[in-house]
């Protein structure tokens, strides 16, 4: 098996087990986090017109169903996803609101898209976990229309967001099997590196590519912030196999790293990204 395959099966089983089902389970509280990030792309969406949007790395839905109330009758938003317990909450929660937003299970890597089928592309923290980045954008390219719009979010360094690392870094002495970031490999930093992202861009067919640094407030309750580091990322994939004692010190410990960060019943933090923009030429 060549690396780019085993790396797209380790995708895959990651967000159709324990992650993809953490973040199921979380929905209501991501949503709530990332909020600022999802009404950046949303403003970016001319309302009532009759575009065609696709969201790739869609998750549980939340922009997906923005977009498509947004867009209202004219337009239609699709939201596409590896993981199929989240593509599920998303139909559920389209259902729920009676809004009309469809959904693909499946990898935008290489997905036959019907081609020039899209006005405009977005993502809120959906496009780092491709094993190919250029074959991805491409395939990408070859979904959107002429003049197309591709807008994004993705994550800077790690260095830039300590709080996103602050549960493993204070529970990395107390758990030697937790595991570690790869810098650029398909995960939450993978697009750091602002040259690599226009540089894949580029190499994908995009053109007018603009990436800019953007600080996000965001906040999430006091009172979940115990279930938040316990449940997600590194921290949250093995903790569950930690004995009794272990895990008891490691929940500890790791809430009293996030004390900086708490102000009363609130959580607050800066995410430090990058607003993506580019354009499909005409040709």
Known sequence: MNASRQTDDEQTKLWNGPAGR?????????????????ELLVEAVLAGSGRQVLDVGCGTGSTTLAIARRLGAKGRCTGIDISEPMITAAQARAERESTPASFIRANAQNHAFAPASFDMLISRFGVMFFDDSVRAFANLRRAAKDDAELRFVAWRSPSENPF???????????????PTRRPDAPGQFAFADQGRVHRI??????????????DVAC????????????????????????????RTQVIETVRAAFEPYVHGAEVRFTAACWRVGARAPSF
């Open 22 to 38: 953490a973040w199921v389970e979380e929905q209501e509280l991501l949503d709530q986090m990332f909020k600022p990030i999802e």
């Open 219 to 246: 906040t999430l309750p006091e009172k979940e912030l115990v279930r938040y580091l316990t449940r997600l990322g590194p921290l949250g994939l093995i903790l569950h196999e930690a004995d009794d004692r272990t």
């Open 164 to 178: 996103m690392t602050t549960a493993e870094r204070a529970a990395a002495p107390l758990l030697p099997n937790l």
């Open 201 to 214: 861009l580029e190499e994908s067919g995009w053109a007018e590519v603009d990436i800019q640094p953007i």
